[in-house]
């Protein structure tokens, strides 16, 4: 199945950003190819999320939720349709342009916190920074701003050891934000958490969402879906349900 042909115009959108949208999908299908069968796992998905949103998307095992997460974070592409991420039409991009989308447009935020164990944590979140050659007075100041919004300013000499779990992943939500991405995309960020550093992390999700950050949040617990203001279920490749919760 080919990929869609960008039109004139589609490349970048200024209506979307003049409407406040920064995702938006049209007919997005991702077929896999499995040997000799093929495995339909996106099957015409349409979605469309505002700035300042905060999405929960939500689907059992199979139902096509983290092939979904994977697009939006463009970290895969769509076999056909279309993707707008804050304007600019990159289900088109090849890989180098993606790289750069991920590192400006998304902060990812992983249940494994994925942080560097011998580097501090102010260190850990200067390293999107480093990558796309932010100046180094520039970066470190960034860096400690990032770990002054989640509480962090104390800590940012202590290496991932020194931290508590729940520590750690406030470091990654800081190194999510460094970058003051479109948006924060978070995959399941409470599941190596217990019960109570994980109501932590979704306070601060809340914080942040209530400062205006864009949150699309990943997960399959119910508890913790109720926390954002909207829930997306994707069930077969398709949306089941979109539905505001507050």
């Given at each position: 199945?080919?990929?869609?042909?960008?039109?004139?115009?589609?490349?970048?959108?200024?209506?979307?950003?003049?409407?406040?949208?920064?995702?938006?999908?049209?007919?997005?299908?991702?077929?896999?190819?499995?040997?000799?069968t093929?495995?339909?796992?996106?099957?015409?998905?349409?979605?469309?999320?505002?700035?300042?949103?905060?999405?929960?998307?939500?689907?059992?095992?199979?139902?096509?939720?983290?092939?979904?997460?994977?697009?939006?974070?463009?970290?895969?592409?769509?076999?056909s349709?279309?993707?707008?991420?804050?304007?600019?039409?990159?289900?088109?991009?090849?890989?180098?342009?993606?790289?750069?989308?991920?590192?400006?447009?998304?902060?990812?935020?992983?249940?494994t916190?994925?942080?560097?164990?011998?580097?501090?944590?102010?260190?850990?979140?200067?390293?999107?920074?480093?990558?796309?050659?932010?100046?180094?007075?520039?970066?470190?100041?960034?860096?400690?701003?990032?770990?002054?919004?989640?509480?962090?300013?104390?800590?940012?000499?202590?290496?991932?050891?020194?931290?508590s779990?729940?520590?750690?992943q406030?470091?990654?939500?800081?190194?999510?934000?460094?970058?003051?991405?479109?948006?924060?995309?978070?995959?399941?960020?409470?599941?190596?958490?217990?019960?109570?550093t994980?109501?932590?992390?979704?306070?601060?999700?809340?914080?942040?969402?209530?400062?205006?950050?864009?949150?699309?949040?990943?997960?399959?617990?119910?508890?913790?879906?109720?926390?954002?203001?909207?829930?997306?279920?994707?069930?077969?490749?398709?949306?089941?349900?979109?539905?505001?919760?507050?």
């Amino acid at each position: 199945m080919a990929v869609a042909t960008t039109t004139v115009g589609e490349s970048y959108r200024k209506d979307l950003v003049d409407q406040g949208v920064v995702i938006k999908t049209e007919k997005l299908v991702k077929v896999y190819d499995m040997g000799a069968t093929q495995v339909q796992a996106l099957r015409g998905v349409d979605i469309e999320i505002h700035k300042g949103e905060y999405v929960a998307i939500m689907g059992p095992s199979g139902s096509g939720k983290s092939t979904l997460m994977n697009v939006l974070g463009c970290l895969d592409t769509p076999t056909s349709g279309k993707y707008w991420l804050a304007g600019r039409l990159v289900s088109e991009l090849n890989d180098d342009e993606l790289a750069h989308i991920r590192n400006k447009e998304i902060g990812f935020v992983f249940q494994t916190f994925n942080l560097l164990a011998r580097a501090t944590a102010l260190h850990n979140v200067e390293l999107p920074l480093i990558y796309n050659g932010t100046p180094p007075d520039n970066r470190i100041e960034r860096a400690k701003e990032a770990l002054r919004m989640v509480d962090l300013a104390e800590r940012m000499y202590h290496r991932p050891n020194e931290l508590s779990g729940g520590q750690r992943q406030r470091v990654a939500v800081a190194r999510a934000l460094v970058n003051r991405p479109a948006m924060l995309l978070a995959d399941e960020p409470t599941g190596n958490l217990d019960t109570q550093t994980g109501e932590e992390i979704m306070a601060l999700f809340a914080r942040l969402h209530s400062e205006g950050h864009t949150i699309i949040l990943v997960t399959h617990e119910p508890d913790i879906a109720a926390h954002a203001e909207r829930v997306i279920r994707v069930r077969d490749g398709h949306i089941e349900s979109d539905e505001k919760i507050k």
